[in-house]
């Protein structure tokens, strides 16, 4: 990892965890030219950015790089490990090796382990498996501002905390479409409506850039056709109608349970019997 100016470090590394101050991450950061956060997400046209990008860009990965990457990556890299109750995800799944292989050389930055939930864990930087490792606690930051039940996605809370940072470079969010693919799943945890609100106003003020999505917004043509409209009569109209397209929907989800109530009830007999996961049997452990 690129050398932190003495003045701006924060003292060693707490019982095993290594922190930085805001001057000393933008201090890391303020070089590079763009600071592109790659989703894992099919949305990704990485042969795009590649080739749009300069050579200055920071490419920021999340957890599971195999979901984007195809080999081992060559230019500027870091690797963000989100925690969860037993630590960093990679760690505790012993996928940190699987994932470190698509990195190395000089311009691989290191990881950073991540946590934006009080019930998330670090892990030590021995666990990396040799790789240069950072810690950033994001709950303090996402605290009053995130939904309450929900917990944030990674991406988003690395674009808010990098927009705060005020990086002289540009912000750059590639493949946050937040749209379940054929092969990767999105998970029910995070608020995805509220993120994708939250990103789309932040690039429309210019705090950050978003490949597609923004500039490709279907209602920017109703503004356009209907300039004596004012902008809050076409979101009403917008919003009136997805309330009917949401309420006729969810009389179709109704029937649908009712059909499948029968194969639920078989489905949840059985998962009785499945074995305990490693989380579970930590829980419990941690609850004696």
């Known amino acids: 990892m690129e050398a932190i100016p003495s003045d701006t470090q924060r003292a060693a590394a707490?019982?095993?965890f290594n922190f930085l101050t805001p001057e000393a991450w933008k201090a890391l950061l303020s070089p590079y030219s763009h600071v592109v956060l790659v989703a894992n997400s099919e949305a990704v046209d990485f042969e795009r950015l590649r080739s749009e990008l300069p050579e200055t860009t920071l490419y920021v990965f999340f957890n599971n790089v195999y979901k984007v990457l195809d080999e081992a990556f060559t230019g500027h890299a870091v690797l963000i490990?989100?925690?969860g109750v037993m630590g960093a995800n990679i760690v505790h799944r012993r996928e940190a090796a699987d994932v470190l292989r698509f990195f190395a050389g000089d311009d691989f930055l290191g990881v950073v382990n991540i946590r934006a939930s009080p019930e998330e864990n670090f892990s030590e930087e021995?666990?990396?498996k040799g790789a240069r490792t950072r810690h950033l606690d994001l709950t303090q930051m996402l605290g009053d501002l995130y939904p309450t039940g929900k917990i944030a996605t990674s991406g988003f809370a690395m674009a808010l905390w990098l927009a705060d940072l005020q990086l002289p470079g540009k912000i750059l969010l590639a493949g946050f479409s937040a749209k379940r693919s054929e092969k990767w799943k999105v998970f029910d945890v995070h608020d995805w409506t509220f993120e994708q609100i939250f990103l789309r106003l932040f690039a429309r003020m210019g705090a950050i850039s978003m490949m597609g999505g923004v500039?490709?917004?279907p209602y920017s043509a109703?503004?356009?056709r209907f300039p004596q409209v004012p902008p809050i009569e076409i979101a009403m109209t917008a919003a009136e109608v997805l309330s009917e397209r949401l309420?006729?929907?969810?009389?179709q989800i109704d029937r649908l349970m009712s059909v499948t109530k029968s194969i639920r009830a078989i489905e949840g007999f059985f998962r009785r019997f499945k074995p305990k996961t490693r989380?579970?049997?930590f829980l419990e452990k941690s609850k004696e």
């Open 14 to 16: 707490d019982g095993g």
């Open 81 to 83: 490990a989100r925690s």
């Open 126 to 128: 021995s666990g990396f």
């Open 215 to 217: 500039d490709a917004s």
């Open 222 to 224: 109703l503004a356009k």
């Open 247 to 251: 309420h006729n929907a969810n009389g």
């Open 279 to 281: 989380k579970q049997r």
